[in-house]
């Protein structure tokens, strides 16, 4: 097969498998380099490219190239010369660290695997008239709801989709809190200039639970110049919070009333069907096959947010595999009525302690404010385990550690469950925690 006839061959069997964003905006754009004995060099338009490739699609392009050459082959991604960068301003808690020089919006979040039905899909078709008019079609766009609807998905689904069509896209993905910490540390350092100039030069702005900019006078104000100076260059932002502008207590009139000028939808928790369709996505995912009626069976016991339906499902996965027993009705039922929390005899305050004692660092240092690196591994390896071993949420480890926003629990998670597939010493790490845990 000649190289040109195993690179279309490629990319036919490996678009269904990445979604269609990261094929457009990735994949397709590359190119086959060279095939030299075992190993393949694929060329990329960018270090953007090559670190989403690499970090989340390695062992699925390798096993492609297996089966169509009929031998263990590796992948190598390299940045084609002279190729240009996409610009992305970093917020430190909200992107996961690449080769420990570059950074992305987790791919893990699309509009193709966000799951439609009659809770969400007026806010998920205004996605997708952003993605198709960033600016234009509803700026801003209001996103409200309560805890894991799935507002944090459709706000990254759409920055990661945008970044596909167009990736020298400026695009600034942060908390509230984030904004604001940002904001402070700048009137402290006599930076304003620099401040103003990275959120008022974005493209892009998606701001996570804007409700937490209450009662933050200062915040506020700054926050409106923005907000203006971005709408009248049609840069496209993209706010979340927990309830509607109107009902933020101690929110200025004046942001209430630019935020009321875009579109505001409120996202509901989901019906019976969605529950189903989530969970039959999320065993795809995992590349797991439950029969129908257990799906059913699982989602009409839990009828609260997304979160907790898929820990429950969790749970229930491991709980069948432990005891060597097959999906069926009759083995889930036993099963349903337990509480999502595994504790095996834990709670949070033995991780925690086992943490800080491995670390060789203090409690208040562990759920404190600081952000020294030596801090950041520790932090996310408790914020792993504590949403594996104990299935807490993602609100309650933050307010576990410190009150933090849970998209930075969110983001220390998933960082832990990209690097334990790749990286011998966090698996090390991991391995020596949880023993030291279980004695």
């Not at 908390?175 to 006599?190: G, L």
């Not at 257990?294 to 907790?308: F, V, Y």
């Not at 991780?351 to 952000?371: A, E, H, M, Y």
């Amino acid at each position: 097969m000649d190289n040109l006839r195993l690179w279309h061959k490629f990319l036919e069997t490996a678009k269904p498998l990445i979604g269609i964003s990261n094929f457009k905006g990735f994949l397709r754009i590359s190119t086959l380099k060279s095939i030299a004995e075992d190993k393949i060099t694929i060329a990329t338009p960018h270090a953007f490219a090559k670190a989403t490739l690499t970090q989340n699609y390695l062992p699925i392009i390798e096993q492609i190239f297996t089966d169509l050459l009929k031998k263990k082959v590796t992948v190598e991604f390299i940045v084609k010369e002279g190729a240009a960068e996409p610009e992305i301003e970093r917020g430190e808690d909200f992107f996961q660290p690449i080769q420990n020089h570059s950074a992305i919006l987790n791919p893990k979040y699309t509009l193709e695997n966000f799951v439609v039905g009659p809770s969400n899909n007026v806010a998920f078709a205004a996605a997708q008239a952003v993605v198709q008019n960033p600016g234009i079609s509803y700026n801003p766009l209001f996103l409200y709801g309560g805890t894991g609807v799935g507002k944090t998905h459709l706000m990254l689904g759409i920055g990661n989709a945008l970044l596909a069509k167009k990736n020298h896209l400026k695009i600034i993905y942060c908390s509230s809190d984030k904004f604001m910490n940002d904001y402070v540390s700048a009137i402290q350092e006599h930076k304003m200039g620099s401040f103003r100039t990275k959120y008022r030069s974005a493209n892009i702005l998606l701001v996570d639970d804007i409700q937490f900019f209450s009662g933050r006078e200062g915040t506020q104000e700054e926050f409106f110049h923005t907000f203006n100076e971005l709408q009248s260059k049609n840069s496209q932002m993209v706010l979340t919070s927990d309830r509607a502008p109107q009902e933020i207590a101690k929110l200025e009139d004046r942001l209430k009333s630019r935020f009321a000028g875009g579109l505001m939808l409120d996202i509901q928790s989901p019906d019976f069907d969605t529950r189903v369709a989530i969970l039959r996505a999320k065993c795809v995912e995992q590349g797991l096959i439950l029969p129908e009626d257990s799906l059913k069976l699982i989602a009409s016991s839990l009828d609260s947010n997304i979160r907790e339906l898929e820990g429950k499902l969790t749970q229930i996965i491991q709980s069948l595999k432990t005891r060597n027993l097959a999906p069926t009705p009759e083995n889930l039922t036993g099963f349903l009525n337990q509480p999502l929390k595994k504790t095996n005899g834990l709670d949070h305050k033995h991780v925690l302690s086992v943490i800080c004692s491995f670390f060789n660092i203090s409690l208040k240092d562990l759920t404190g404010p600081k952000r020294q690196k030596e801090l950041v591994l520790p932090r996310h390896i408790t914020m792993y385990l504590l949403s594996e071993e104990l299935n807490l949420t993602v609100e309650r480890i933050g307010e576990v550690l410190g009150g933090r926003d849970h998209t930075t629990v969110m983001h220390g998670r998933d960082r832990i469950k990209n690097l334990i597939i790749s990286d011998k010493e966090t698996q090390r790490l991991l391995i020596e925690v949880k023993q030291k845990i279980s004695t």
